[in-house]
């Protein structure tokens, strides 16, 4: 099934077209039979990449780095650089709003790490990222509401800056093509890019994605992936707040700012299909609704049937309300068996398991479990080896497909790749970049279909 193994070739540009090839540092798998059977790999190795997931970077060049958007996942992404390598000094840092930088500022400071910024490297407003990007650092974690993203990536390679792009990187087809055209610069320039979809660094996942390659599944034929949850957090307007700004610290509600939560958050559970199947989806025919959200203007659920390039389906599924079932998994079903991230198992057609992750092993071979920290572990260890490394653009795929899912659903229509892609919306352009007044009559919530 030839277009099933290089049907993205066009589209990704990893680490492994560059010769890079390598195998995860120790193996946790567990197979029911002494003799398995002989599978037939779907990908041979070499056509794709795996990273070495050891404790922490090897040491090396002393790096500095600057955080771009000082909230709680800028916060934690710090810190977990941090965790992942030595020889790290934190040199700058950057948001919308002085509070931010000053509340982070204060945790580098009195934290593990005991890490000052100095006050002159501390930068407030909508150009701050340049600031920052310009402060002399190595590389730069990149953690502002997602719509502005692209913004910021295409700045950091323009200056030959190493980024970790937190997910999503695209929130509409405008910023979907930027991140493309900035992962080929950063490609020319031997940039290593990594982005927040910590689950290609998870080792459940790694080592099922080869088991995958390998066959132990088939030809995959279908799949399920879930987000339901409960009601995500919001920010109630205060006193003084201009639009702009209740708008930038309630992110997460506003499409323009999150690309609804389909592209926000459900792109981690997109993004694992693509990436063990190969394939994006070329049609999305898809249903959402608002229920019980409080602000903003998003849906708080979304289903969608994509279709992929070869004709298989895959069923997507994500809700944001408090009081229903909650599922956050995948599911990849193949000719010979099925592969389930819940219990991170792979079973054959008659329901026996064949393989399983062994956490327990895991655990006594590894002190560092933690994808998020996993993650920057990879992303150090190529800047320090100087080899190019690109998770734009598989990331960028992925965040089309939601925003591809989530158009198909505001609309009512069935959606395709080409006319998604080459789509004219571009959600930045228009609101001002300034902490004033906009127009908020633009922020409605969208009907699907005609009304009679």
Same mark, same amino acid.
């Given at each position: 099934m030839s277009k099933n193994k290089m049907s993205r070739k066009d589209f990704l540009s990893l680490s492994a077209v560059a010769g890079v090839s390598t195998l995860v540092g120790s193996s946790f798998m567990t197979s029911c039979a002494e003799k398995g059977p002989v599978y037939t790999p779907i990908r041979q190795a070499g056509e794709y990449y795996v990273p070495v997931l050891n404790d922490k970077a090897d040491d090396g060049k002393e790096l500095k780095v600057g955080v771009i958007g000082c909230g709680g996942r800028g916060s934690g992404a710090i810190n977990n650089l941090l965790d992942a390598a030595n020889g790290i000094t934190v040199v700058a840092l950057g948001d919308t709003f002085e509070d931010r930088v000053k509340g982070l500022q204060k945790k580098l400071a009195e934290g593990k790490y005991k890490q000052n910024v100095p006050d002159d490297k501390c930068f407030v407003g909508f150009d701050a990222y340049k600031k920052v990007i310009d402060a002399g650092v190595d590389m730069v974690i990149v953690a502002t509401p997602p719509v502005f993203r692209p913004d910021h990536f295409e700045y950091a390679t323009q200056k030959g800056v190493h980024s970790f792009l937190e997910k999503p990187i695209a929130v509409d087809p405008a910023g979907y093509r930027k991140i493309m055209a900035t992962a080929k610069q950063a490609q020319a320039k031997n940039l290593?890019?990594?982005?927040?979809? %910590?689950?290609?660094? *998870?080792?459940?996942?790694?080592?099922?994605? *080869?088991?995958? %390659?390998?066959?132990? +599944?088939?030809?995959? !034929? &279908?799949?399920?992936?879930?987000?339901?949850?409960?009601?995500?957090?919001? /920010?109630?307007? *205060?006193?003084? $707040?201009?639009?702009?700004? $209740?708008?930038?610290?309630? @992110?997460?509600?506003?499409? @323009?700012?999150?690309?609804?939560? +389909?592209?926000?958050?459900?792109?981690?559970?997109?993004?694992?299909?693509? @990436?063990?199947?190969?394939?994006?989806?070329? /049609?999305?025919?898809?249903?959402?609704?608002?229920?019980?959200?409080?602000?903003?203007? %998003?849906?708080? *659920?979304?289903?969608?049937?994509?279709?992929?390039?070869?004709?298989?389906?895959?069923?997507?599924?994500?809700?944001?309300?408090?009081?229903?079932?909650?599922?956050?998994?995948?599911?990849? %079903?193949? !000719?010979?068996?099925?592969?389930?991230?819940?219990?991170?198992?792979?079973?054959?057609?008659? &329901?026996?398991?064949? @393989?399983?992750?062994?956490?327990?092993?895991?655990?006594?071979a590894h002190k560092q479990t933690n994808a998020y920290v996993l993650e920057h572990v990879d992303w150090v260890n190529h800047i320090r080896k100087g080899t190019m490394h690109d998770e734009a653009t598989e990331c960028g795929i992925s965040c089309l497909a939601g925003v591809m899912g989530r158009e198909a659903a505001y609309s009512g229509a069935t959606v395709n790749w080409d006319e998604i892609s080459a789509s004219k919306q571009n959600y930045l352009a228009e609101f001002k970049q300034e902490l004033g007044k906009q127009d908020m009559e633009k922020c409605v919530v969208m009907v699907p279909g005609k009304a009679k």
């Open positions: 290593s890019v990594v982005c927040g979809t %910590q689950r290609h660094h *998870q080792r459940p996942y790694v080592e099922a994605f *080869q088991k995958i %390659q390998e066959g132990y +599944i088939g030809e995959i !034929t &279908g799949g399920n992936v879930y987000w339901n949850q409960g009601m995500l957090w919001y /920010k109630e307007r *205060q006193k003084g $707040w201009t639009d702009t700004e $209740w708008m930038i610290r309630d @992110w997460v509600n506003w499409k @323009w700012m999150s690309g609804d939560h +389909i592209v926000e958050q459900h792109v981690h559970n997109i993004d694992v299909f693509l @990436w063990m199947s190969g394939l994006k989806p070329v /049609k999305a025919t898809a249903f959402g609704a608002r229920h019980r959200r409080i602000t903003g203007d %998003q849906y708080d *659920q979304f289903s969608v049937d994509f279709e992929m390039e070869n004709g298989i389906h895959l069923h997507s599924m994500c809700r944001q309300i408090d009081g229903c079932s909650n599922n956050v998994s995948e599911f990849v %079903q193949g !000719t010979k068996g099925s592969w389930n991230s819940a219990n991170h198992e792979i079973k054959d057609l008659a &329901g026996n398991v064949i @393989w399983k992750f062994d956490a327990e092993a895991e655990k006594a």
